[in-house]
């Protein structure tokens, strides 16, 4: 159980496209989705914690009008990459939680996004 | 910002030795947890200890904590080519988000 599925797994486009990347969770309710960047050979970064039915809360230095989140329902949690730059190219990987969010995170697989 | 440190940063060891990576954080913690990643993929929980735990199992697993130390280590005992991956510590203060470590390197050879 606890499965979260992440899509697409992969991207490529041109700059100044926006680019939407969903995670799933299929066999549970998540109560609280979050998402992480990760750089080549490097740890996560959270980039904001995200709740069922209310605004996302953003960490500090993440620019919440490039990077929009919506978590629509408690299964269905959306990244939006707002007019993407190369700079942006990056592995991106959400995670939810089915209790408080200090408890085991369940992972996507990931999205490599490339910005040409 | 990150607050697990993780020692060493890479580890070759050869298939059936043992592996031990360490965690260091800076403040009081509600639980500390650790995952692993292999190449490309996302995050998988290995385990979750409770600051008043010092040390918990699973399977080849074994994790200790030390609160007055603020560490942990993370040991894996008769590793196989598989348990090649990159793994991370994580704490976490009540209620909050997960810190992540810089994480180690693990390279198991067959």
């Known amino acids: 159980g606890a499965v979260v599925s992440q899509h697409p797994s992969w991207v490529i486009c041109k700059s100044g496209t926006s680019v939407k990347i969903e995670c799933r969770s299929l066999?549970?309710?998540?109560?609280?989705m979050f998402w992480y960047r990760q750089f080549p050979k490097q740890s996560l970064m959270l980039m904001a914690t995200?709740?069922?039915?209310?605004?996302?809360?953003?960490e500090q230095g993440v620019e919440k009008d490039k990077f929009l989140i919506n978590h629509a329902s408690l299964t269905l949690s959306t990244l939006t990459v707002t007019s993407a730059h190369p700079e942006d190219s990056s592995f991106y990987i959400c995670?939810?939680?089915?209790?408080?969010?200090?408890?085991?995170?369940?992972f996507g697989d990931g999205t490599r996004l490339s910005i040409l | 910002s990150q607050q697990g440190e993780e020692d060493p940063q890479a580890l070759s060891i050869q298939e059936g030795e043992n592996a031990t990576m360490n965690c260091s954080y800076k403040?009081?913690?509600?639980?500390l947890q650790w995952y692993r990643q292999n190449s490309g993929r996302g995050l998988v929980h290995l385990i979750l200890?409770?600051?008043?735990?010092r040390e918990k199992h699973s399977g080849r697993l074994r994790v200790t904590l030390d609160t007055s130390k603020k560490s942990s280590s993370l040991l894996i005992t008769a590793s196989r080519a598989a348990d090649t991956a990159s793994y991370f510590c994580?704490?976490?203060?009540?209620?909050?988000?997960?810190?992540f470590g810089a994480g180690t390197i693990l390279r198991v050879k067959s």
């Open positions: 066999d549970f309710q998540a109560t609280t």
């Open positions: 995670s939810a939680t089915r209790g408080p969010p200090d408890q085991p995170q369940h």
């Open positions: 403040t009081s913690i509600n639980n």
């Open positions: 200890i409770r600051s008043n735990e």
């Open positions: 995200s709740n069922e039915g209310s605004k996302a809360t953003y």
């Open positions: 994580a704490t976490t203060e009540y209620g909050n988000k997960l810190v």
